[in-house]
C-alpha cells in the first residue's frame, strides 16, 4: 500500500527566507508520480509541480523546486524567497503505477509567513 | 488557462436529502475524480472515472454515492440520501492523460457540503 508522512503539521518562517517542506513516502511500485498542491485558506487545491519517479532531474517551477531523493524515498518541496501568499496548506501526494490511479495525499503542512 | 469548475460553492441541505455536486473538467481532459477532505483533515479519495463508467471507487464510495456524465462538458457527484459525516468539502479534479503533465491531476476549487 502507498503511503504518504508529513512530519511537520505547521511551520512559521520568515519572509523572503527559503523553506522546506518534508515528504517522505513509502510504494512498492516501480514507477510512481510525486505531486505537492497549495491549499491556501479559501480551500481550493492548487497543483505546484509534479516529479515523476523515473526522472533523472529535480522538478522546478519558478520559486518551487522538488528535492527527489528515490534511494531515501523522501520528495521535500523546496520554496526560495518566500512570501506573504506563500501562507498555506501544502500536501504532499503520490499517484501509483496504473495511470488512472488515484492519489494519495499526507496529511499537510501549514506554513505560516511571517513579515 | 483553463481550469476545473465547480457548482455550487457551498450547499446547505438537510439530513436524508439528496444533493447533486457539478463539475466541468478541463475540456480535452479524459480522467476524472471525485475527492472529499472533511474539516481539518487530508484529502480523500472517492471515485475515479475514465471512458463512460468508474475506474475505481473507494470503500467511501458506498451505494448512497454515483457519478454520471450526463453530456460532453458536466461530470457531477450525487449522493441520494445525506448523512450528518458527509459534511466536508468535495473536489473534482481532472487530468489529459496525455504529455509530460498527463499525470497531473487538476482540482476545481471544491464545493463546501452542510448537512444538518
Given at each position: 500500500?502507498?503511503?504518504i508522512t508529513q512530519t511537520q503539521?505547521?511551520?512559521f518562517v520568515?519572509?523572503?527566507e527559503?523553506?522546506?517542506l518534508d515528504c517522505t513516502y513509502d510504494t512498492s511500485d516501480p514507477s510512481y508520480g510525486l505531486?505537492?498542491?497549495k491549499q491556501p485558506s479559501s480551500g481550493e487545491m492548487i497543483f505546484l509541480i509534479y516529479q515523476g519517479s523515473y526522472d533523472q532531474q529535480n522538478a522546478t517551477e519558478g520559486r518551487y523546486s522538488l528535492n527527489f531523493q528515490k534511494a531515501r524515498k523522501s520528495a521535500n518541496l523546496v520554496i526560495s524567497a518566500s512570501q506573504?501568499?506563500?501562507s498555506a496548506m501544502y500536501f504532499c501526494a503520490m499517484r501509483g503505477v496504473n495511470r488512472d490511479d488515484k492519489i494519495i495525499f499526507g496529511k499537510g503542512t501549514r506554513l505560516h509567513i511571517l513579515p | 488557462e483553463p481550469e476545473v469548475t465547480q457548482t455550487p460553492s457551498h450547499q446547505v441541505t438537510q439530513m436524508g436529502q439528496e444533493v447533486i455536486l457539478r463539475c466541468v473538467p478541463i475540456s480535452n481532459h479524459l480522467y476524472f475524480y471525485w475527492y472529499r477532505q472533511i474539516l481539518g483533515q487530508k484529502v480523500e479519495f472517492l471515485v475515479s472515472f475514465y471512458n463512460n463508467e468508474i475506474s475505481?471507487?473507494?470503500e467511501i464510495f458506498d451505494d448512497q454515492f454515483s457519478v454520471e456524465r450526463p453530456d460532453g462538458s458536466n461530470f457531477t457527484l450525487k449522493i441520494r440520501s445525506t448523512k450528518l459525516e458527509d459534511s466536508a468539502m468535495y473536489f473534482c479534479a481532472s487530468?489529459?492523460?496525455q504529455g509530460s503533465l498527463g499525470d497531473t491531476q487538476y482540482f476545481g476549487p471544491g464545493t463546501r457540503l452542510t448537512v444538518l
Open positions: 500500500a502507498q503511503k503539521p505547521g511551520m520568515q519572509e523572503k527559503a523553506v522546506t505531486f505537492w498542491y506573504l501568499g506563500d | 475505481e471507487k473507494s487530468r489529459s492523460g
